[in-house]
């Protein structure tokens, strides 16, 4: 009821000034003061559920474009280009609520608003209000419309869409965005993915931006909201806390994850230039401080090479073979090759005897007092290589208690062989 008794208020002042009664359909408005009326009008609905309401005065053309088939006031020229009114002067210059005012003309654009009061789906047609101020691509000169009124214009192209977007809808849209994106900055991730965040946030933006389309934003709210989401790049404090964060793993990495760590490290550096700048170079010198390398290509990263922590890799040599540990594939001179020797399953060294060195720098690798070097093969046959196992032919009696080696060189040349059949008791079971 009150709809019909506001839009017959409207078409009686338009009957008192020009004597018009709208028992048919019709289209008008007063630009710039003048009656304008459109000769022909149609309504269409596009297959994305957008809808557009046009008026034709010979060679002049208003149109009104909304973003879904409902009854709701939208908002015009507040940078929402989803809805738009639109008028095309007869020279076919267009002036949009789309296009910004120059900045000699006025700051922002005037608002304006097309308002569907009534949709009448038994005869497919539209009935509503509109005003507003357009400009056209300089943003020197403007049309305005005021007092404009679509009184049953006709649905000609497409179809009512089963369910029209709403303002519940983008509402919910948006609170479904909003929490996408505080899950990308969540106090229980380690790292604020720069990538993550964008992608989050530019998909929060668009929902808000929605949300204006749909609900309106008399207040300035939503607007206030997207502005403070700036670029949708991380801040320089969350930059920074990504950098300390790896260089905390970087400095605990083990030699199965320092690769990992060592690399994320450099780019979180990198990234916390970029964002938040370098003026005195110590971020650049700390990161030119940083070594990933592997120089000898022994699974063993240079950094764990330098054993006795002076910072001189050249002179670490466990061997004393002469070359230093970072350049040496056999740092423990056992004949197994370091990238060779044992290791877990997260890549980390083992320790097979539990004396304290692992096997890669320990010449008797499962400690049975013969050197790793005078172990090859797999004398019982278990599938554990004599080098690394402790009882080597498997008869019970660890190789250490069966003589391998009596003057304790570590070379079983002089082997205890009891029944003298030239095979030494640790490998006779």
Request: proline share 3%; with cysteine; hydrophobic share 35%.
């Amino acid at each position: 009821m009150k709809k019909l008794i506001l839009f017959s208020l409207i078409l009686a002042l338009f009957s008192c000034g020009d004597e018009v009664e709208f028992n048919t359909p019709a289209f008008q408005g007063d630009r710039e003061n003048q009656l304008w009326r459109a000769k022909s009008f149609s309504a269409s609905i596009a297959p994305n559920g957008f809808l557009t309401i046009k008026g034709t005065n010979n060679t002049e053309i208003v149109n009104l474009r909304v973003p879904s088939v409902i009854e709701a006031t939208f908002i015009v020229g507040n940078n929402i280009d989803v809805i738009e009114a639109e008028y095309i002067d007869s020279f076919g210059t267009s002036f949009s609520t789309n296009n910004k005012p120059d900045e000699s003309v006025s700051i922002y654009p005037e608002l304006g608003e097309i308002v569907i009061e009534e949709i009448d789906y038994a005869n497919e047609t539209f009935t509503g209000t509109y005003r507003f101020l357009a400009f056209d691509a300089s943003g020197l000169n403007s049309v305005g419309f005021t007092n404009g009124i679509f009184y049953k214009v006709p649905l000609v192209f497409g179809e009512f869409p089963t369910n029209p977007v709403t303002c519940e809808d983008a509402e919910m849209a948006a609170e479904a965005a909003l929490l996408a994106y505080e899950a990308t900055f969540s106090s229980d991730l380690d790292f604020v993915n720069n990538t993550a965040f964008e992608a989050a946030c530019m998909a929060y933006r668009e929902a808000l931006n929605n949300q204006r389309a749909y609900c309106g934003d008399a207040d300035g709210a939503l607007q206030a909201i997207i502005d403070a989401l700036g670029d949708c790049q991380i801040s320089c404090t969350q930059a920074i806390a990504n950098s300390n964060e790896a260089e905390s793993q970087y400095v605990t990495a083990t030699i199965g994850n320092f690769d990992e760590k060592c690399a994320q490290y450099q780019l979180y550096l990198q990234e916390q230039i970029a964002i938040c700048g370098d003026p005195n170079g110590s971020i650049q010198a700390k990161l030119d401080s940083i070594s990933c390398s592997d120089d000898d290509g022994d699974g063993v990263p240079n950094a764990f090479e330098d054993f006795n922590g002076d910072g001189d890799l050249t002179n670490d040599d466990i061997d004393g073979d002469g070359t230093p540990n970072y350049l040496d594939t056999d740092d423990d001179g056992d004949g197994i090759l370091t990238a060779d020797e044992a290791v877990d399953a997260d890549g980390n060294p083992i320790d097979t005897d539990g004396d304290g060195d692992v096997d890669y720098l320990d010449n008797d690798d499962d400690g049975d007092g013969v050197f790793s070097i005078y172990e090859t093969g797999d004398t019982d046959g278990n599938g554990v290589a004599d080098y690394l196992d402790n009882d080597d032919d498997g008869d019970t009696v660890l190789t250490i208690n069966e003589n391998a080696d009596p003057n304790g060189d570590g070379n079983p040349a002089d082997a205890i062989d009891t029944d003298a059949d030239g095979t030494p008791d640790y490998l006779q079971a």
